[in-house]
């Protein structure tokens, strides 16, 4: 589906391209933010409080980069949402414009 939206939009396709790919990074640092989530648990169940600054730092700084990606992602799907359709209904106009007139009478339906 979305190879055949950028098919029909292929003025807009790099940008729909480029939120696929904000998206799939963002999921991807996301999963690194739960992979690290597990040490950080264990050593904070075992008490050893020592060592878990490394641990929270990195899923601290796994983290905050999932939500600048995420936000830059969601800030361009918007831009491409709106460019996508403006470009829509620019040709469904187009369209519409191509209609013969005459198919529009002046007689009132079921006359």
């Known amino acids: 589906m979305i190879t055949r939206l950028i098919r029909?939009?292929?003025d807009h396709g790099t940008a729909?391209?480029?939120c696929a790919a904000g998206w799939v990074v963002?999921?991807?640092l996301q999963g690194v933010?739960?992979?690290l989530l597990?040490?950080?648990l264990r050593v904070l169940i075992n008490g050893d409080t020592a060592s878990d600054r490394n641990w929270v730092i990195g899923m601290f700084v796994a983290f905050a980069a999932y939500a600048?990606?995420?936000h830059?992602?969601?800030m361009a799907s918007y831009?491409?949402?709106v460019q996508l359709s403006r470009g829509l209904f620019d040709r469904l106009g187009d369209k519409v414009a191509q209609l013969p007139t005459r198919s529009w009478s002046n007689h009132p339906s079921g006359s």
């Open 26 to 28: 963002a999921g991807v």
């Open 16 to 18: 729909l391209r480029r």
């Open 72 to 74: 830059a992602a969601q």
């Open 68 to 70: 600048t990606v995420r």
């Open 38 to 40: 597990v040490p950080v």
């Open 8 to 10: 029909v939009c292929d």
């Open 79 to 81: 831009r491409a949402a």
């Open 33 to 35: 933010g739960f992979v």
